[in-house]
C-alpha cells in the first residue's frame, strides 16, 4: 500500500471506530433511486432548468427557480428621483441622440429628472420604466437597446435576415426602430 493510501474511506474508518452505521452492511444491496430522486437530481444539476433566453423567454425546459440557478437580470440601471407627473407609471426609450420618446401622454420636460437619474449611469439609448412610490419620489430601472435606422419601413415591427443574422424590430419613432439581432 502506498504511504498516501488507504483501505477505505476516512470517512468510513472513522464512523466504523465511533459505531456509527455508515451505509449498508456488506452483502446487503443498496436501494435504488426512484424516478422521481431521478428527475429532482436532473433539476439540481440543472438538466431541467436554464436560465430565460436573450429576450426574456423562459427555458421551454424549465423554470429558473431551483437553488443556485441565477436569474436574467432585467435592468441594467435602477434609481430614483423626484418627479411631477400625472401619472403612476410612465414608459419611455431614449434615442442615441438624448432624445425621450414616451409611451403615455406627460407634458414636455416632465421626464428629465427620471432621464437625468438613469443617464447618470447609462447612456442612452435605453429603454426605462418609472413607477411613483410616494408623493413626487418615483423609483425608474432602465435596460440598453440598439437603435438603428431603417428607412422605407412600413408598418411598425420588423423581421429580416441579414448578414446571417435574424433582426427584429419595433418602431421607436420615425425611422428609428429598437432591435435585437441574433445569429441564424
Known amino acids: 500500500m502506498g504511504f498516501f493510501r488507504r483501505d477505505r474511506p476516512l470517512h468510513e474508518q472513522m464512523a466504523e471506530e465511533g459505531g456509527v452505521e455508515f451505509g449498508p452492511e456488506p452483502g446487503e444491496t443498496e436501494r435504488t433511486p426512484s424516478r422521481l430522486a431521478g428527475l429532482m437530481h436532473g433539476l439540481a444539476d ?3 432548468t436554464a436560465p430565460p ?13 431551483v437553488h443556485g440557478v441565477p436569474r436574467a437580470r432585467r435592468w441594467d440601471v435602477v434609481a430614483s428621483a423626484r418627479a411631477e407627473l400625472p401619472a403612476d407609471e410612465v414608459h419611455f426609450a431614449a434615442l442615441p441622440d438624448g432624445t425621450l420618446i414616451v409611451e403615455e401622454d406627460v407634458p414636455d420636460g416632465s421626464l428629465t429628472p427620471l432621464a437625468e437619474a438613469i443617464e447618470a449611469t447609462l447612456n442612452p439609448p435605453y429603454r426605462a420604466e418609472a413607477v411613483k412610490r410616494e408623493d413626487d419620489v418615483w423609483a425608474v430601472a432602465a435596460s440598453r437597446i440598439q437603435v438603428r435606422e431603417f428607412s422605407d419601413t412600413e408598418g411598425d415591427d420588423l423581421e429580416l435576415v441579414e448578414d446571417g443574422n435574424v433582426v427584429i ?13 441574433t445569429p441564424l
Open 53 to 65: 433566453d436573450e429576450f426574456g423567454n423562459p427555458s421551454p425546459l424549465g423554470e429558473v427557480g
Open 169 to 181: 424590430g419595433r418602431r421607436l419613432d420615425g425611422d428609428q426602430f429598437e432591435i435585437k439581432v
Open 46 to 48: 440543472g438538466f431541467l
